[in-house]
C-alpha cells in the first residue's frame, strides 16, 4: 500500500493513540481533506478500524487480522495473499520440489476447493487454509489413503490439548466442533497405479471468523474457534505449529502407516456409535458406525450383524 491509503496508515500507526487531523494528513499527502475520506474509506474496506471525530481527525483503532509474512518465510513456509487455491499451487510445484514435505499457505483462497467439487469459503483475516505437498519415498495409493484421517488426528489432538477446543472427526475429513463444522481436510495424488509420487493434503481452519462473517447458508452449519470459544487465536503461531506437527506426523505416516494414530483417531472421533447414512457412489446406506478398520475404512452395522466396510463416502 505504498500510495494514499499507505501512506496515511503510516501516519496513524505513528501518531498511535492521537488523533491526526485531516487538514495535516492532507497537507503531507499534497492533496484535499475530501481525498484523504476516500483512502479513509479504502483503509476501513480493507478491515482497518479507524474512528474519524470532528474538530480532532482521525485516529487508528485496530488493524486487520493478517497472517505474518516475514515470520512465515523464516519457517520455510511458502505465503501468500491471494491465490485461487493452495491445493493448485501445491500441485504445481510439486514436480519441482524434492524435498519431503513444503507447506503452502494463503491469507485468502479466492477460489478454495472443498471435496466433492464444493467451494471452500476463504476469507482474508480468518482463518487458516494451506496445503501441506509431501513427496513419500515408497507408497501405494491404497496406503497413502489414510493419509486424510492421520491429518485429522494430529489436527484434533493438537487443537484439543494446546487450545482447549472440543475438535472431534467426522469421518472422513471433517472437523467439528460442537456438532457444527469447524474444518475440512481435502487429500489429492499425484501417483501412477503402484506408487505415489506427491500427495497435497489441503487444509482448511476456521479460525477467527465471527458468525456473521459465514454466507448466510452456511451460518447454521459451519462454526469457528472464535465463535465456540471467544478468544481469537494468533493465527501466524498456530500455523508454525501445525506445520510442524504435521512434518513429523508425515515421516511417521510414510515410515509405518496409519497404525500410529489410530487410537488417537479413536479418541477424537465423532462418529463412531452414531446412526449415520453414507452417500457411495450412487446409493446411499445407513446403519450404527461401529468401528474403524485399521486401514482407516468404516465399520457400519447395516442390522442383524451385518457389518459393510466403507472405505470411501460422504456422511449426509
Ligand atoms: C472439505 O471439507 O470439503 C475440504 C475443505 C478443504 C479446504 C482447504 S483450504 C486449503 C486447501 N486449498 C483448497 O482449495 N482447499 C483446501
Not at 484523504?36 to 485496530?62: D, F, N, P
Not at 524434492?98 to 494463503?106: C, D, H, L, M, V
Not at 507408497?139 to 482447549?164: D, H, I, K, Q, R
Not at 457444527?180 to 495424488?189: A, D, Q, R, V
Request: charged content about 20%.
Amino acid at each position: 500500500m505504498n500510495n494514499g491509503p499507505g501512506l496515511i496508515l503510516k501516519a496513524l500507526q505513528n501518531s498511535k493513540t492521537e488523533y491526526m487531523p485531516g487538514s495535516a494528513l492532507g497537507s503531507m499527502l499534497g492533496t484535499s481533506r475530501a481525498a484523504v475520506w476516500k483512502h479513509i474509506l479504502t483503509l476501513r474496506k480493507k478491515g482497518y478500524i479507524i474512528e474519524g471525530k470532528k474538530r480532532h481527525g482521525y485516529r487508528l483503532i485496530e488493524e486487520p487480522d493478517r497472517l505474518n509474512a516475514g515470520i512465515l518465510k523464516t519457517a520455510n513456509i511458502n505465503h501468500f495473499t491471494a491465490v485461487e487455491s493452495t491445493n493448485k499451487i501445491a500441485r504445481s510445484a510439486a514436480a519441482n520440489s524434492s524435498s519431503f514435505f513444503s507447506a503452502y499457505s494463503a491469507e485468502e483462497q479466492l477460489h478454495g476447493r472443498g471435496r466433492l467439487s464444493r467451494n471452500w469459503f476463504s476469507p482474508s483475516g480468518a482463518g487458516l487454509w494451506f496445503s501441506a505437498l509431501i513427496h513419500p519415498d515408497a507408497m501405494n495409493p491404497a496406503e497413502a489413503a489414510p493419509v486424510t484421517l492421520t491429518t485429522a488426528a494430529v489436527l484434533a489432538a493438537y487443537l484439543n490439548s494446546e487450545y482447549g477446543l472440543p475438535v472431534k472427526i467426522k469421518w472422513p475429513n471433517d472437523l467439528m466442533i460442537n456438532g457444527k463444522k469447524f474444518g475440512g481436510i481435502l487429500t489429492e495424488m499425484i501417483s501412477d497405479l503402484d506408487r505415489v509420487s506427491s500427495l497435497i493434503v489441503g487444509i482448511g481452519l476456521n479460525i477467527n471468523n465471527r458468525a456473521e462473517d459465514f454466507p448466510e447458508e452456511l451460518r447454521g452449519l459451519a462454526t469457528s474457534a472464535y465463535i465456540e470459544s471467544g478468544a481469537r487465536i494468533d493465527r501466524t503461531e498456530l500455523l508454525l505449529n501445525l506445520t510442524a506437527k504435521l512434518e513429523s506426523a508425515y515421516r511417521v505416516f510414510c515410515e509405518s502407516g496409519f497404525f500410529p494414530f489410530y487410537e488417537q483417531w479413536k479418541k477424537y472421533n465423532y462418529t463412531l456409535g452414531r446412526h449415520i447414512k453414507v452417500k457411495l457412489s450412487g446409493t446411499i446406506v445407513q446403519g450404527t458406525a461401529v468401528d474403524l478398520d485399521k486401514d482407516g475404512s468404516l465399520l457400519l452395522e447395516e442390522g442383524k450383524g451385518t457389518i459393510r466396510k466403507i472405505s470411501y463416502g460422504e456422511i449426509v
